[in-house]
């Protein structure tokens, strides 16, 4: 499957945007999808997940509340909603995908990667 992340962009503390990630290849809906991040310096870190029938979300504990994961199986689209963003959200956002039976939150144990949208948060 290839993967294909777009909206980011920048945005004051407090914003908000919508991430999304269109797929393409094969059936979208066989793969959990996930949202990650990696901040300069860092390692890249997991930020939500949602299994493939969109029955259960998965959130990095600091973006709950904040941040949604959806998806669109008809579209072939994974979204990430984030609100109330702050600057330390700051980072490259990448989605991927997952056709393992159980959901991880493990960079090493997701298939396919998005080539990232840069998120940059302003205080």
């Known amino acids: 499957v290839q993967l294909q992340a777009s909206g980011g962009g920048l945005v004051q503390a407090g914003g908000s945007l919508r991430l999304s990630c269109a797929a393409s290849?094969?059936?979208?809906?066989?793969?959990?999808m996930g949202w990650f991040r990696q901040a300069p310096g860092k390692e890249r870190e997991f930020v939500a997940s949602i299994t493939r029938n969109g029955g259960r979300e998965y959130y990095k504990e600091s973006v709950k509340g904040r941040f949604t994961i959806s998806r669109d199986n008809a579209k072939n689209t994974v979204y990430l909603q984030m609100n109330s963003l702050k600057p330390e959200d700051t980072a490259v956002y990448y989605c991927a995908a997952d056709d393992g039976v159980l959901v991880s939150t493990l960079v090493a144990r997701w298939d396919y990667w998005g080539q990232g949208t840069q998120v940059t948060v302003s205080s």
């Open positions: 290849g094969r059936t979208f809906s066989s793969y959990i």
